[in-house]
């Protein structure tokens, strides 16, 4: 390939690596190694939202619009720029996403949420609510809707919220609290806040403060959402 193509190639994979929820340090690097390995020199500046990378006299962007979070892709991107560096592989394929079947994506959310329901002391079927609870917030028509991150999670949240209530408005015994906090786990957003540490101790500073920004306001969206849910029954 020429050194073109492996310029563009590279700055694929890198972004590829940010979207689904790496770090920014590792697509940094990826990029670097790959032009490297084909006898390019490259500088690279990259943020959650934005790479930025020049090797000789090719200058290219890439806007990164939308993150989420797939390690099992993460693993296979990495798995393919090592080939590229190390075997000089000609045949790739970097859209090549995994697909999981829906029934097990459906499957992991009820057991993610109803496992948390538990954990902070809910019962078996406040835990089953919440799993139901759950696949509607993950499933619901809107979300093919691309909201903005705080948006999406305001949303989220308050649906989360006003469903948790609706089984003891109906004269359920259940606990709507534990509901909740076992549906909002699903947006928790742990993994840009390790993120976040992570390129602030290996220098990126700038990096790491727009991931920390970034999962504060994912945290205010759902706080937010919860308690405007939360609100409207404590006045009815």
């Known amino acids: 390939m020429k050194n073109d193509e ?8 890198g972004e590829a690596i940010i979207r689904c929820g790496g ?3 590792r697509a940094e690097d990826t990029i670097k190694r790959i032009n490297n390995a084909y ?27 939308r993150e989420e ?5 993460l693993a296979r991107l990495n798995e393919l720029s090592r080939k590229l560096c190390y075997e000089g592989n000609e045949e790739i394929n970097i859209t090549q996403k995994k697909l999981y079947p829906k029934m097990l994506d459906a499957i992991s959310v009820c057991a ?5 329901c538990i954990f902070f002391k809910g019962t078996l079927i406040d835990a089953v609510f919440s799993a139901i609870i759950g696949l509607v917030i993950t499933y ?17 949240a308050f649906i989360a919220g006003i469903l948790a209530h609706l089984p003891f408005i109906f004269g359920l015994e259940v606990q709507p609290d534990k509901i909740i906090v076992g549906t909002i ?21 700038v990096a790491g403060m727009f991931e920390l920004f970034n999962a504060i306001m994912s945290a205010l969206g759902i706080a937010l959402g ?11």
């Open 226 to 236: 919860t308690a405007g849910a939360i609100l409207i029954f404590t006045k009815l």
């Open 23 to 25: 770090e920014v340090h």
């Open 6 to 13: 492996i310029f563009s190639i590279s700055l694929d994979i």
């Open 185 to 205: 786990m699903l947006l928790v957003p742990g993994l840009t806040v390790v993120n976040a540490m992570r390129d602030m101790m290996n220098g990126d500073l």
């Open 69 to 73: 979070t797939d390690l099992a892709e």
């Open 112 to 116: 993610a949420t109803s496992a948390f």
């Open 140 to 156: 619901a028509p809107y979300k093919k809707i691309s909201f903005p991150l705080f948006s999406a999670n305001l949303i989220d």
């Open 39 to 65: 006898g390019s020199s490259c500088n690279v500046f990259a943020i959650p939202s934005l790479i930025i990378a020049q090797s000789e006299n090719k200058i290219q962007l890439r806007k990164i619009e």
